[in-house]
């Protein structure tokens, strides 16, 4: 009989502390090829630390991660390397570069044989191919958006870590982010977000990890967990979660960073 493959991701016993702060506790979960996990939790829980270990921003005091079996490689392009793309909260475009050279940029980095046309397809693919020429920096929030995800996007990610996608956007765009990570976790890619938007995550994921001060209070499927007594205690009803999110946050001025 074939042994089956090691999950896309796998984050076991993810320790992390910050001075005397314990900011992870032992989380553990696995994301495979095709699943959409989203990470949930109230401000603080731990989300963002949990993706920040992932990329290898900060050290575990104990854990693992593991990209299909292998330690996950500490630098962006070790990342790029290893099929792991992810976005900022922040976006990290670069605001005076087009749209295109922003979609550009990962691609050098990874020397792709011809980054041009990888990167127009993918524009393409995202509706933004009229906006190619623009500086990133000049279009509305929600294109944006868009850009970093095609960014993102443009190295065929077999991982793809969404920090906040739906965060600051209206209903229409978010139905359209919801049809687009379908389309990506169809073609295979795993799928790993924060997110603090509830119905979104309810929509996209197969399944959601709810961390709480640190640990995982509550894992499976978006009905398991929304039944989950222990999740409902540690946000005070997720309807006061989804109407915060939904609030959109003030335009950010782009900046350098990694996809
Ligand atoms: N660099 C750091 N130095 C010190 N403490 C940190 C650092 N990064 C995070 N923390 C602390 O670790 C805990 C987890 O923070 P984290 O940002 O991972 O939570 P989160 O669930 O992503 O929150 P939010 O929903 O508000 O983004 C918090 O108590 C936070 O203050």
């Known amino acids: 009989m074939n042994t089956p493959p090691p999950p896309r991701l796998s984050v076991s016993g993810l320790e992390v502390a910050f001075g005397g702060l314990t900011a992870l506790n ?15 939790g109230p ?8 993706f920040n270990a992932v990329c290898g921003l900060v050290k575990p005091r104990s854990g693992t991660v593991r990209i299909a079996g292998r330690p996950a490689p500490a630098r962006a392009t070790g990342l790029l390397k290893a099929g792991v793309a992810r ?15 922003n979609v550009l940029v990962p691609l050098t980095a990874l020397r792709h044989p011809d980054p041009a046309a990888k990167a127009r397809s993918t524009l393409d ?3 933004l191919a009229d ?20 960014r993102a996007l443009a190295t065929d990610p077999r991982l793809l870590l969404l920090d906040e996608p739906a965060g ?6 978010i139905d359209a982010l919801a ?11 795993a799928v790993l977000l924060v997110e603090h938007h509830v119905d979104f995550v309810m929509d996209v994921a197969d399944r959601i990890v709810v961390l709480d001060f640190g640990e995982v209070i509550a894992a499976g499927t978006p009905d398991a967990v929304r039944r989950d007594p222990a999740v409902e205690a540690a946000y005070l009803g997720l ?6 999110a939904a609030t959109a946050p003030a335009p950010q001025d782009a900046e350098g960073g990694t996809a």
Do not use: W
């Not at 900022?88 to 050279?101: D, I, K, S, W, Y």
């Open 239 to 244: 309807e006061a979660v989804g109407a915060e």
């Open 179 to 189: 049809e687009t990570v379908r389309r990506i976790a169809d073609a295979g890619c």
């Open 131 to 150: 906006l190619a020429g623009r500086p990133a920096g000049t279009l509305p929030y929600p294109e944006r958006k868009r850009v970093a995800l095609a």
């Open 168 to 173: 600051g956007l209206g209903a229409a765009d």
């Open 26 to 40: 032992g989380v553990s979960f696995d994301v495979a090829d095709g699943e959409t996990v989203a990470l949930i």
């Open 87 to 101: 976005t900022l909260q922040g976006l990290g475009l670069f605001a005076h570069m087009t749209v295109l050279e």
């Open 43 to 50: 401000n603080g829980a731990g989300k963002t630390t949990v």
């Open 125 to 127: 693919a995202l509706d």
